[in-house]
């Protein structure tokens, strides 16, 4: 294999690491915007001095309308499977935490799709050279 095909076949594995990398990128912000509103839904639930009516997702796109007793506390999946039992504040200040560890993940991954964006660029840069002294 030539020196300008191991080239081009960088620049291609290049591209599919930036592809998954932005993929990547989009999921988190999704997960992201999810915990914003679920934060915003436990401020109104803290706000609360008794009950309220919810709807429950049952899955399939089905809704009950349900009353929830005791909107002070919550189960909250801290990982692993394991549920644990947390007042709303604390519920609320463990989603912001966690929309934190996303904030960073994606700003790492940006900076790494930025050296792969880089790194592209230069192997594109050394092609066009070497084409442009082939034509002469």
């Keep these: 294999m030539g020196k300008d095909e191991e080239r081009y076949l960088i620049l291609q594995q290049l591209q599919n690491e930036a592809e998954a990398i932005q993929r990547?990128?989009?999921?988190?912000?999704?997960?992201?915007?999810?915990?914003?509103k679920t934060i915003e839904s436990l401020e109104y639930f803290k706000s609360l001095d008794d009950g309220v009516e919810a709807l429950m997702n049952l899955g399939g796109?089905?809704?009950?309308?349900?009353?929830?007793k005791n909107a002070k506390k919550l189960l909250v999946d801290v990982g692993a499977g394991v549920v644990v039992e947390k007042d709303v504040g604390d519920a609320i200040e463990f989603l912001?935490?966690?929309?934190?560890?996303i904030k960073k993940s994606v700003t790492n991954l940006e900076q790494v799709l930025q050296q792969i964006a880089d790194r592209a660029r230069q192997i594109q840069k050394e092609l066009a050279e070497k084409s442009e002294k082939e034509e002469k």
């Design 61 to 68: 796109g089905v809704f009950a309308y349900v009353d929830v």
């Design 24 to 36: 990547k990128i989009v999921e988190l912000e999704i997960v992201d915007s999810q915990l914003e």
């Design 96 to 101: 912001k935490k966690k929309r934190n560890d």
